[in-house]
């Protein structure tokens, strides 16, 4: 390892310990990001907690730099707010909550304004369901402390620093009956916490970077698909459907294209270029044969490939289902 390597692998676990220590102790109350998650995670992450490894670590930091650079865009464009408000439950103070930025109209407004921050690779078309259990998390408590006068409204909002993008999700207001199967969620993981029962589980997107995966019981064969994962593999198998018809039309457009052409060409026409390349034969290495006549020799020329994961989705109808 590198005297560079070795440093940042010191350097980055402080720095995200610093720039979370605003949250207190983690372990002592439930957060709204707990709640809007998997219980058993939450309950266990309190119990025993677990340390980050740096690819983790600098997704969070992605997560903090992207929260001041648009702090700073919300300042410069002259917009009245304060980041990071804690705002806890006035008879269960064991849930809280921090809300990335609480926006004003001014000091004396009765409206108030959150916006829960997410940086992400890739915007989804829709938020996924525990951002907007955190937002209301946030909303409902915020309500709890507040004159009841005060209107509340909420934003999610999503950006890709990778991509250069961003986008919001407006329009959310607190919800009475959201807000309290949040709060007898929290209290819950609060009991799991203290082991007073045994936490439920709730598969999501975020069940690969779960510490306590391994033996979750969620993750036993056969498992259902939480929600997000099913309209997931339900887009994908929508979009190959359209990329296969695609590829056919392609196909035959191309073949248009080189009966036009009929060998080498170059052309080009209000705004097209059609450019038509001979590649030359070539000669690959028949590894089987390689293998079966030549064992000495394949073992000297070959070299470790690692494996990967590979998608398989399509249709698929229970057993129980098509016996009807």
């Known amino acids: 390892m590198s005297k560079l390597a070795a440093f940042l692998g010191r350097a980055i676990p402080t ?4 720039q979370s220590s605003h949250l207190g102790d983690r372990t002592g109350y439930v957060g709204a990001s707990d709640i809007a998650g998997c219980p058993r995670k939450a309950a266990l992450g309190k119990q025993n907690p677990t340390g980050h490894d740096i690819k983790t670590l600098l997704r969070f930091s992605r997560g903090h730099a ?7 865009f919300f300042r410069t464009g002259g917009a009245l707010f304060e980041e990071e408000v804690e705002v806890r439950h006035p008879d269960i103070p064991e849930i809280r909550c921090h809300i990335d930025f609480l926006f004003y109209a001014n000091r004396q407004t009765k409206r108030l ?20 259990d955190q937002l ?25 620093l990778n991509a250069g993008e961003y986008k919001e999700f407006n329009s959310y207001s607190p919800n009475k009956l959201v807000f ?14 203290r082991g007073e029962c045994t936490p439920r589980t709730e598969p999501g997107i ?4 779960c510490p306590y995966r391994p033996d979750c019981p969620s993750h036993a064969v056969g498992v259902d698909l939480p929600p997000e994962i099913h309209q997931a593999g339900k887009a994908y198998l929508e979009l190959n459907d359209q990329k296969k018809v695609i590829d ?41 044969k390689l293998k079966s006549s030549y064992p000495d020799i394949y073992d000297q020329v070959t070299k470790p490939k690692s494996g990967f994961l590979k998608l398989e989705i399509k249709p698929f109808m229970p057993l129980a289902a098509q016996a009807a």
């Open 136 to 160: 209301h998390v946030q909303m409902g408590l915020l309500h709890l402390t507040l004159d009841p006068a005060v209107e509340i409204g909420g934003s999610i909002l999503v950006v890709d």
């Open 180 to 193: 309290k199967q949040l709060v007898e969620k929290g209290q819950h993981i609060l009991a799991a916490a």
């Open 248 to 288: 056919a039309r392609l196909e035959v457009l191309k073949n248009d294209i080189l009966t036009f052409v009929d060998g080498t060409f170059k052309g080009a026409s209000d705004g097209i270029l059609v450019n038509v390349i001979s590649v030359a034969d070539s000669v690959i290495v028949d590894s089987r």
């Open 66 to 72: 992207a929260q001041a650079m648009y702090a700073e």
């Open 206 to 209: 975020l069940c690969g970077f």
């Open 15 to 18: 720095h995200q310990q610093k």
């Open 113 to 132: 304004h959150i916006v829960e921050m997410k940086s992400t690779d890739g915007i989804p078309d829709e938020p996924y369901s525990s951002w907007v």
